[in-house]
């Protein structure tokens, strides 16, 4: 029988709802059905397309005498951290605080007052590794629930102390400049992998954010280095397996130092990230590599992820069912034999691609099977013969079962995605992936914004099949969509979603905003939790508050808002406390710095739509390397209907009946220009 998660819009949740366990969604009655019961609550947290997740509910969660057990002795809470973030923020600061490292799933058991008291991750079934069974962690915390109360409440209530009583006093750092870039890049230096590229070692994550800052600081200050770092990486990440050579797109991380095997599971964020910082990087350098990698990942989002709405689907998971064996396995649907590759494509071929796509017989991953990856001394072989082994290989997965996906839009992520295909569509001349960005901000907007009258408007966290979800956005969300909004302003000239971004970014000022600056993840208003979450630092994504000073500081860019710059100058502050320290977890308040210290460049371009000249300066404004320089394009001030949604065109006119481009800086502007080649070299442009 279903259990109270069947109506939840979740599928991580979804995919609990047949559990024998008796699982409650995040609510005030499960605490009060604690309270009423006198048991601890089990709070089990993780996300759909997480490995030992499913692992976990195969062993203890599905089991009927684990179950018995958890539903007699506690009440027992399943949440889907990319819905609820927050919680998962703050129980995760917990765990990580008393055991030194965290992961998912998280378990978490706590008071009836939400206090935590004992932590974990994953527990195994029987004793292994060290590690106890998830039943004697079951039995122990019952006991000593039942026989050590006052001890429990003593620890409950002091952990619940101490992360209330962890205050962030970055706000008051004032704005980093060119002395703590510096600082960050020598910091990163020191990290780098100059043999494999990336930063530190196993397992290595792709440092998306950390890019983006290495380009924009090499399009500043012309630093060689930088530039080095985030090509070797990107040519690193592109040839190895964390990269899907048929399909295009980012596997989460790889498990080895060297980018060959990936932790299989295709999150949307790193995509989105990934495909913009390859775009850039084509930008600066005119890499065909990087040209087709950016296309690729952003082909792979719209085939893969892509919902029926329009929006963009959070992930795909780790693992699927092996049509040889019938079992569920990590990374069953990329992995490749040479004797699967010789089934495909014969003999010939199949030997050339063996050697191309290092597959061997001993096997790169699991069971004698490879991932597939470039090796830098694969054979030379013809291109057009390569792409058709690629796309017969293609064909030949696609009959594979498949990975599941996780249907769920999350906005934050979502305005990620818009902005990497906005920017690819412009840069690549691809209008069919600008139209698929302007879909989802159109879904972001008719589904997830509420503004109805009578109460302050807002933003929901997700939603699924149209439907809105019930949980309300975080900082991020804000942050992201703002952003993306941004982005595909400057894109099409279509000044609404500069609105809406303003709109988004007014509620950051107004509901999410410290006295001294500083940020917090949810609202003034949100629910109340043991503390308010309130974490600067990037990890596998942009952090709020730094996703929210990048898109403050280009609206002030676009508007001129002293408002929305100060308050992007005063949040920013915490890179200057922590770029210098650890710039490997502050990359994208890093890029946005960087942004702040060229200024940003404000780019307007005026003419008639119809005027290939005008087509030729947007194009020349939109590729240039000036790092967060934003742009607008419309009618001129003088012609009808040219008073405009964007205010960078107010009193721009043509010149001498031409199309014009006016860049700006620290309020001091360049002569305006009708010649696409001045305009790239007003904006550090080189020219692919």
């Known amino acids: 029988m279903p259990n109270r998660l069947a109506n939840e819009t979740s599928p991580y949740l979804l995919q609990h709802a047949d559990n024998p366990v008796d699982w409650w969604p995040w609510s005030p009655e499960a605490f009060a059905e604690a309270r009423e019961r006198g048991v601890p609550v089990l709070l089990s947290v993780g996300y759909s397309s997480c490995h030992w997740c499913h692992v976990l509910a195969i062993e203890s969660f599905q089991d009927e005498l684990t179950a018995a057990y958890m539903n007699e002795h506690f009440v ?51 004793p292994r590794h060290g590690m106890p069974s998830f039943m004697q962690v079951l039995e122990g915390v019952r006991a000593a629930w039942v026989g050590r109360p006052e001890e429990v409440a003593e620890v409950a209530q002091k952990i619940a102390r101490d992360l209330a009583g962890r205050q962030l006093d970055y706000g008051k750092a004032g704005a980093p400049g060119p002395e703590e870039l510096a600082q960050a890049l020598l910091g990163l230096t020191r990290e780098y992998d100059a043999a494999r590229g990336g930063f530190g070692g196993a397992p290595k994550f792709p440092p998306s954010m950390v890019l983006e800052f290495l380009l924009r600081h090499h399009a500043r200050t012309g630093s060689e280095g930088a530039l080095q770092m985030a090509a070797d990486t990107c040519e690193a990440m592109a040839r190895g397996g964390i990269y899907d050579q048929l399909g295009g797109g980012f596997a989460r991380y790889s498990v080895d130092r060297e980018w060959v095997i990936p932790h299989f599971e295709k999150m949307l964020y790193d995509n989105a990230l990934l495909c913009r910082v390859y775009a850039h990087l084509w930008r600066a350098t005119g890499s065909e590599l990087a040209r087709r990698v950016a296309l690729e990942t952003a082909d792979f989002m719209v085939r893969e992820l892509r919902t029926a709405q ?105 305005g990620l995605a818009i902005a990497a295909l906005a920017e690819c569509g412009a840069y690549f001349e691809r209008p069919d992936l600008v139209e698929r960005a302007t879909e989802a901000a159109d879904l972001l907007v008719r589904v997830h914004f509420d503004a109805a009258a009578g109460r302050a408007p807002r933003l929901a966290r997700t939603s699924k099949d149209g439907r809105v979800g019930a949980n309300a956005g975080v900082l991020e969300d804000y942050g992201d969509v703002a952003e993306g909004f941004l982005a595909l302003a400057a894109v099409t000239g279509e000044g609404v979603w500069l609105e809406f971004a303003g709109l988004l970014l007014d509620l950051v000022l107004d509901r999410f905003t410290a006295e001294d600056g500083s940020l917090y993840d949810t609202a003034h208003d949100a629910e109340k939790l043991i503390r308010r979450p309130q974490d600067p630092t990037d990890t596998a994504a942009p952090s709020g508050w730094t996703a929210a000073a990048g898109a403050l500081l280009s609206y002030a860019a676009h508007t001129g808002s002293e408002a929305h710059r100060t308050a992007a100058e005063r949040a920013l502050g915490v890179v200057q406390a922590l770029g210098p320290r650890v710039p490997r977890f502050i990359g994208h308040g890093l890029s946005v710095a960087e942004a702040l210290v060229d200024g940003p460049r404000e780019v307007a371009v005026v003419g008639h739509p119809e005027d290939p000249a005008r087509a030729a300066l947007h194009r020349a404004a939109l590729l240039g390397t000036a790092p967060g320089a934003v742009v607008a394009v419309g009618l001129p001030q003088a012609a009808e209907g040219g008073e405009g949604e964007f205010p960078l065109l107010a009193e721009r006119t043509l010149v001498h009946d031409l199309p014009a481009a006016y860049v700006c800086r620290h309020f001091v502007c360049a002569r305006p220009t009708t010649d696409p080649v001045e305009l790239a070299e007003q904006l550090g442009a080189v020219r692919p």
């Open 76 to 126: 027992n809470i399943k949440v889907d951290r990319e819905e609820r973030p927050d919680v998962d923020a703050v129980y995760m600061e917990a765990v990580q605080a008393a055991t030194g490292q965290g992961g998912w799933p998280m378990t978490v058991f706590l008071t009836a007052d939400a206090e935590p008291f004992y932590f974990g991750t994953y527990f195994p079934p029987e």
């Open 310 to 414: 329009g929006g963009f689907a959070s992930a795909l998971d780790a693992d699927s069912e092996d049509p040889l064996t019938g079992k569920h396995v990590e990374g069953a649907y990329y992995a490749w034999t040479p004797g699967r590759l010789r089934e495909v494509l014969g003999e010939d071929d199949g030997a050339l691609a063996a050697g191309y796509f290092g597959v061997t017989e001993e096997g790169t991953f699991e069971h004698g099977t490879s991932v597939l990856q470039l090796p830098q001394d694969g054979p030379a072989v013809d291109a057009e013969r390569i792409a058709g082994i690629r796309a017969r290989l293609l064909a030949a997965r696609a009959e594979r079962p498949a990975p599941g996906r996780d249907d769920k839009v999350v906005a934050a992520w979502n």
